[in-house]
């Protein structure tokens, strides 16, 4: 059990701290707070199977640092409440 | 103009062009497709064909340029005719590509990956298998010349293993972008 997230749908969590996070299994990962949605590129590796996130892609390149470093975050603990390894790029 | 041979007549459909020339005129190497709907007039890309059997019988498909890729052109040429003729499944790896790549099916009649919402990764990695393995034609491959490619990824893992094993599959056309999504270079490489 987590105690800050809860799943809302497929492969979707929602953080009790007010963002949404959604991975896409066609490639992608949305994380969604009251500013709007950030598209965050990921793939999946294939051996084990486990996703890897790209921290330098999608609307993350356009913020600074710090900020895209906390939504980073915020989007591993996401998608490893989902059940997925993750790792990042 | 190529020398054709035509098999015997079906009824339904244009017949198939089969191309035995040897030799395009050079001024025909840039620009295959259009010159191709101009030396066969009422053929275009859909076109419905028939295909005659050396035992009798035929059988009925749609007019491509796939089968004028026999034309012993320059290796380079017969992959971008390829590419321009068969070109179906698109596939991606590395920051960014996956826009590039969706953008490019959508413009050109491509189709990439899609899994349900609901797929784990490990049902990922088993449709790329069957989607690389289902492919035909020349495929196109995104991938990201600053970052490079995931080596784990499913394209290097299962993907282009699953692509070179299937004989159905003639070439791989590679388009390399920059950071900003932008191809700054496409190398086609045929079976």
């Known amino acids: 059990m987590s105690a800050e997230f809860r799943s809302i749908g497929p492969n979707s969590a929602a953080s009790n701290k007010g963002f949404t996070v959604t991975w896409r299994p066609s490639g992608g990962v949305d994380y969604t707070d009251a500013g709007g949605t950030v598209r965050i590129d990921s793939e999946v590796l294939a051996k084990p199977p486990r996703i890897l996130v790209y921290p330098k892609s999608g609307g993350l390149r356009t913020m600074d640092d710090a900020r895209a470093e906390e939504i980073l975050k915020d989007v591993i603990r996401a998608v490893e409440y989902l059940g997925h390894q993750v790792e990042r790029w | ?191």
């Open chain 2, 1 to 191: 103009m190529p020398v054709l041979a035509q098999s015997q007549a079906c009824s339904g459909c244009l017949p198939e062009i089969v191309v035995t020339a040897t030799r395009l005129p050079s001024s025909s190497f840039d620009n295959w497709q259009s010159f191709a709907t101009t030396w066969w007039p009422g053929y275009s890309f859909g076109t419905c064909i028939y295909q005659s059997f050396a035992g009798g019988g035929c059988g009925a498909g749609r007019w491509a340029l796939a089968s004028l890729a026999v034309v012993p052109l320059a290796v380079g040429k017969l992959g971008a005719i390829a590419a321009e003729a068969t070109t179906t499944s698109v596939f991606w790896s590395g920051p960014g590509t996956q826009a590039a790549a969706e953008s490019w099916a959508a413009a050109n009649g491509g189709s990439t990956l899609s899994v349900a919402a609901g797929a784990t990764p490990a049902e990922v990695t088993a449709a790329s298998a069957n989607f690389a393995a289902s492919a035909s034609g020349n495929v196109v491959v995104f991938q990201n010349a600053a970052q490079g490619v995931a080596v784990g990824g499913t394209w290097a893992q299962t993907e282009f293993g699953a692509l070179m094993a299937n004989p159905s599959v003639t070439g791989i056309t590679y388009n390399l972008i920059d950071n900003t999504g932008a191809t700054i270079c496409t190398i086609v490489c045929p079976k």
